[in-house]
């Protein structure tokens, strides 16, 4: 593949990137950066550095709103995501789903591996594929690994909405896409899902649409 020649420092684009303030602008898919994976995070960014972009990740996971952001989707292919869900959601949802809420918090690093056999699929959607959503079958629960935005070590079980949370970024950072991991015959438009399958539990859909749950 063609690279962007000639190559301007990492950090000389992230200071770039921060210059004008305020939320960055979302790489949608189609975007070679959110499929070419990311560098580990060894320093690139000077702590400073870091913590602006750590900040302006913050604010624009805000804005648009989301619950998680990955480098990749604001263009830096570094191995750095934030997460952070308020949910903001019904009791029969949350029951559901598994949907409590998360602080913020800075992923530097991370993996995943799954923990027991357990698969949960609902409907997600990615900021960066802006008007659809699509069932994701995913592990029920995964032990992330990595670091915080301090390099204080992490190691941590997730479950429920918070697990699928990290998967869906930390896949961001291997150059993987929700919809790689989707059920396609779900792909359904926001307002369509917002009028039809807004239940708690995919599974009117999967047999009005004709897909498989776990
Ligand atoms: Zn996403």
Same mark, same amino acid.
């Given at each position: !593949?063609? &690279? =962007?020649?000639?190559? /301007?420092?990492?950090?000389?684009?992230?200071? $770039?990137?921060?210059?004008?303030?305020?939320?960055?602008?979302?790489?949608?898919?189609?975007?070679?950066?959110?499929?070419?994976?990311?560098?580990?995070? $060894?320093?690139?960014?000077?702590?400073?550095?870091?913590?602006?972009?750590? +900040? %302006?990740?913050?604010?624009? !996971?805000?804005?648009?709103?989301? /619950?998680?952001?990955? %480098?990749?989707?604001?263009? @830096? +292919?570094?191995? #750095?995501? @934030?997460?952070?869900?308020?949910?903001?959601?019904?009791?029969?949802?949350? !029951? %559901?789903?598994?949907? /409590?809420?998360?602080?913020?918090?800075?992923?530097?690093?991370?993996?995943?591996?799954? @923990?027991?056999?357990?698969?949960?699929?609902?409907? $997600?959607?990615?900021?960066?594929? =802006?008007?659809?959503?699509?069932?994701?079958?995913? *592990?029920?629960? /995964?032990?992330?690994?990595?670091?915080?935005? *301090?390099?204080?070590?992490?190691?941590?079980?997730?479950?429920?909405?918070?697990?699928? #949370?990290?998967?869906?970024?930390?896949? *961001?950072?291997?150059?993987?896409?929700?919809?790689?991991? %989707? +059920?396609?015959?779900?792909?359904?438009?926001?307002?369509?899902?917002?009028?039809?399958?807004? *239940?708690?539990?995919?599974?009117?859909? &999967?047999?009005?649409?004709?897909? +498989?749950?776990?």
């Amino acid at each position: !593949m063609a &690279a =962007p020649s000639p190559r /301007v420092p990492l950090a000389e684009r992230v200071e $770039e990137l921060l210059a004008p303030g305020g939320p960055l602008p979302i790489v949608a898919a189609g975007a070679p950066v959110l499929r070419s994976g990311t560098e580990r995070y $060894e320093g690139q960014l000077d702590p400073a550095l870091l913590a602006r972009f750590v +900040e %302006a990740l913050r604010v624009t !996971m805000h804005a648009a709103p989301g /619950v998680g952001l990955a %480098a990749p989707q604001v263009g @830096v +292919e570094l191995r #750095i995501a @934030v997460i952070e869900d308020p949910a903001p959601v019904p009791e029969e949802v949350r !029951m %559901a789903r598994g949907r /409590v809420p998360q602080p913020f918090r800075v992923l530097v690093n991370p993996s995943y591996e799954p @923990v027991g056999s357990g698969r949960a699929a609902f409907f $997600e959607g990615c900021l960066s594929v =802006p008007g659809y959503q699509a069932v994701v079958a995913r *592990h029920a629960e /995964v032990r992330l690994t990595g670091e915080d935005e *301090h390099g204080r070590a992490l190691d941590e079980v997730f479950a429920g909405w918070a697990a699928r #949370i990290v998967q869906h970024e930390t896949d *961001h950072l291997d150059g993987l896409l929700y919809l790689d991991r %989707a +059920e396609l015959r779900s792909l359904t438009a926001n307002q369509t899902a917002l009028e039809l399958w807004a *239940h708690p539990t995919p599974e009117a859909a &999967a047999e009005a649409l004709g897909f +498989e749950l776990p």
